[in-house]
């Protein structure tokens, strides 16, 4: 059976440390890369996990602030100077993508290959539905719109969910119930509006009855060891502290 996997490509909040660079994914299928979040050079992190970014067929935008976007420009001018044709799909809600457009407006970008989609803000939104897996999205609670996903696999049977960066609402919940494995920010050490604490992930995880929980989106300050323990006092499944180009099959 052919595999699919996540590949964390960076795991810091929106201020990046050495060990950490912002938080971005890349989903692996056997057609292709789906990239979710796109910060840094995203080109190179792709040739950084030994991945082809001429296999990228879309980018997935959970919301518009700059550590979740800024990679973007760099993405579409590396893709211009490879001489790419294949089509590329951004995927976003409006607001980000009325901002993404601004900026590559702004640098000249003008890509042939880039197509956009609006995403509407409807909960359990069925985004994408191959022979091989399934992505819905919903709205989640931060201080702009931004959007959480699951992907189900149609290989494996397995669904991952992904968190993007909110507060604890009842969107994640019903998104994440049952899911496999839960990917959550835990951006904040106390409750902060549109952030998550480890507790709180842990508290959403144990309510959700996932089987794995993976935490992201670090501040730097954030000390593991201490974020595992904080954890483990709420949810009893297994505990991974992500780090930058980790993998998750599912």
């Not at 994914?25 to 056997?30: A, H, K, R, S």
């Not at 995403?119 to 091989?132: A, F, K, N, Q, Y």
Request: charged share 20%; hydrophobic share 45%; aromatic share 8%.
């Amino acid at each position: 059976m052919a595999s699919q996997r996540l590949i964390i490509l960076g795991t810091g909040a929106s201020l990046s440390s050495v060990e950490r660079d912002n938080t971005s994914l890349v989903f692996e299928t056997p057609s292709g890369l789906l990239l979710i979040d796109c910060a840094a050079n995203p080109y190179r992190k792709l040739l950084q996990a030994q991945l082809d970014p001429s296999r990228l067929f879309a980018v997935f935008l959970t919301h518009q602030h700059p550590d979740h976007a800024y990679g973007l420009p760099s993405l579409i001018h590396h893709f211009i100077m490879a001489k790419r044709a294949a089509p590329l799909t951004l995927y976003a809600n409006f607001p980000a993508l009325r901002t993404v457009t601004t900026v590559l407006n702004a640098f000249g970008l003008r890509a042939p290959f880039l197509r956009f989609h609006k995403v509407p803000e409807d909960r359990g939104h069925v985004l994408l539905d191959t022979e091989e897996f399934t992505l819905i999205t919903t709205p989640v609670r931060h201080i702009v719109p931004t959007l959480a996903l699951k992907i189900t696999s149609k290989l494996s049977k397995s669904s991952v969910v992904y968190s993007a960066d909110t507060g604890p609402c009842p969107e994640m919940v019903a998104l994440a119930k049952g899911a496999d494995i839960l990917i959550h920010e835990c951006s904040v050490s106390r409750p902060t509006r549109g952030h998550t604490t480890p507790v709180q992930a842990a508290q959403l995880a144990q309510r959700c009855e996932v089987k794995k929980l993976v935490l992201v989106h670090f501040w730097p300050t954030m000390e593991p060891e201490k974020v595992r323990e904080e954890a483990a006092e709420h949810f009893k499944g297994e505990i991974i502290i992500a780090e930058d180009f980790g993998e998750i099959a599912f």
